[in-house]
């Protein structure tokens, strides 16, 4: 396995990953691959909204309540109808439908910065 090329750590401050909870999960009609379209709220940034490919190991009704990472400074990007505003961060299992989502291993304060 290789690794991408590497960066300055000034780069990698440029990245804004926060912590946020998700408030809502709704099944992505729409999207071309299995998604669901997902609300999740990082305290004092608001809510931001984004479609996420996690259906298979992840129910709606596992995702709401769930804390999250995410990168909150990517520009907006239109997924069919609907405006994902945030990165929501996984790892891929061997079949890349397997996405194992980032989270917290203790409750934190929603909007908290990784650094």
Same mark, same amino acid.
């Given at each position: 396995?290789?690794?991408?090329?590497?960066?300055?750590?000034? =780069? +990698?401050?440029?990245?804004? *990953? /926060?912590?946020?909870?998700?408030?809502?999960?709704?099944?992505?009609? #729409?999207?071309?691959?299995?998604?669901?379209?997902?609300?999740? =709220? +990082?305290?004092?940034?608001? *809510? /931001?909204?984004?479609?996420?490919?996690?259906?298979?190991?992840?129910? #709606?009704?596992?995702?709401?309540?769930?804390?999250?990472?995410?990168?909150?400074?990517?520009?907006?990007?239109?997924?069919?109808?609907?405006?994902?505003?945030?990165?929501?961060?996984?790892?891929?299992?061997?079949?890349?439908?397997?996405?194992?989502?980032?989270?917290?291993?203790?409750?934190?304060?929603?909007?908290?910065?990784?650094?």
């Amino acid at each position: 396995m290789t690794t991408k090329p590497e960066i300055s750590w000034e =780069d +990698f401050e440029k990245i804004d *990953i /926060r912590c946020g909870t998700v408030i809502s999960a709704q099944d992505f009609k #729409k999207a071309r691959n299995p998604s669901y379209q997902l609300e999740i =709220d +990082f305290g004092d940034l608001g *809510i /931001r909204k984004s479609s996420a490919q996690i259906t298979t190991l992840y129910s #709606k009704e596992d995702l709401v309540g769930k804390q999250i990472l995410a990168v909150v400074n990517f520009p907006k990007k239109q997924i069919a109808d609907f405006m994902s505003e945030c990165l929501i961060l996984g790892v891929y299992g061997e079949d890349p439908k397997d996405v194992t989502l980032l989270t917290t291993s203790l409750p934190a304060k929603n909007g908290l910065k990784v650094g």
